[in-house]
């Protein structure tokens, strides 16, 4: 099994990598769009500004990419964000993946949302084992709104999609790599896809 991590400059990709070494799983960095398509799993990581982010993409080729991609793909953090139809965040257009807005939390909460807090309404074998209301690790100034693909809901001064899923692509808004037993059953679920 090739898994990828797409190594795009965006990233605490090395906690990912750890993750899933600790699970026996070799996760190769890679930006090169030969060894992505030959993938057989695929991680799209993310942590940092929307629009620089999706620069470095764009100069890579990997935003044409991504999309057409046809292998399960997991986008974590501001990944999953990238994969929705545009952020507030530099006002940036995304890749269009997951039809929804992501937006800024409002000032009546401390931005960033930082810690634990629970997941709940899931509906996804990517869930498979979790219970609701399973406690999952964020780190996020910005959250996606509910459309028909919220896979997995968070309150936070309001109820937002923590987690989406259009086709073999699945987004989620916290850190599985960092999220104790429940967040290593998720990246095992999705690796079991």
Same mark, same amino acid.
Not at 130 to 146: F, R
């Given at each position: #099994?090739?898994?990828? *991590?797409?190594?795009?400059?965006?990233?605490?990709?090395? @906690? *990912?990598?750890?993750?899933?070494? %600790?699970?026996? $799983? +070799?996760?190769?960095?890679?930006?090169?769009?030969?060894?992505?398509?030959?993938? +057989?799993? $695929?991680?799209?990581?993310?942590?940092?500004?929307?629009?620089?982010?999706?620069? #470095?993409?764009? &100069?890579?080729?990997?935003? *044409?990419? $991504? /999309?057409?991609?046809?292998? /399960?793909?997991?986008?974590?953090?501001?990944? #999953?964000?990238?994969?929705?139809? %545009?952020?507030?965040?530099?006002?940036?257009?995304?890749?269009?993946?997951?039809?929804?807005?992501?937006? %800024?939390?409002?000032?009546?909460?401390?931005?960033? &949302?930082?810690?634990?807090?629970?997941?709940?309404?899931?509906?996804?074998?990517?869930? @498979?084992?979790?219970?609701?209301?399973?406690? #999952?690790?964020?780190?996020?100034?910005?959250?996606?709104?509910?459309?028909?693909?919220?896979?997995?809901?968070? +309150?936070?001064?309001?109820?937002?999609? @923590?987690?989406?899923? !259009?086709?073999?692509?699945?987004?989620?808004?916290? !850190?599985?790599?960092?999220?104790?037993?429940?967040?290593?059953?998720? =990246?095992?679920?999705?690796?079991? =896809?």
């Amino acid at each position: #099994m090739k898994l990828i *991590i797409i190594n795009y400059g965006a990233g605490n990709i090395k @906690s *990912i990598q750890f993750a899933f070494n %600790r699970m026996g $799983i +070799d996760a190769i960095l890679s930006n090169d769009p030969d060894e992505i398509l030959a993938a +057989d799993k $695929i991680i799209f990581p993310g942590v940092g500004e929307a629009s620089s982010a999706m620069n #470095m993409l764009k &100069q890579s080729g990997l935003d *044409i990419l $991504i /999309p057409q991609l046809k292998q /399960p793909v997991l986008g974590i953090c501001l990944g #999953m964000q990238l994969m929705c139809n %545009r952020t507030e965040e530099g006002n940036t257009k995304g890749l269009e993946i997951f039809n929804t807005e992501v937006k %800024r939390f409002s000032n009546t909460v401390k931005v960033p &949302q930082m810690g634990w807090n629970v997941i709940k309404n899931l509906k996804s074998d990517l869930f @498979s084992g979790i219970k609701e209301n399973e406690y #999952m690790y964020l780190v996020h100034s910005y959250y996606a709104e509910h459309c028909n693909q919220t896979i997995a809901a968070t +309150d936070y001064g309001l109820n937002y999609a @923590s987690a989406l899923q !259009h086709n073999n692509f699945y987004g989620v808004q916290f !850190h599985p790599e960092k999220s104790s037993l429940a967040g290593a059953k998720i =990246l095992e679920n999705f690796i079991n =896809l």
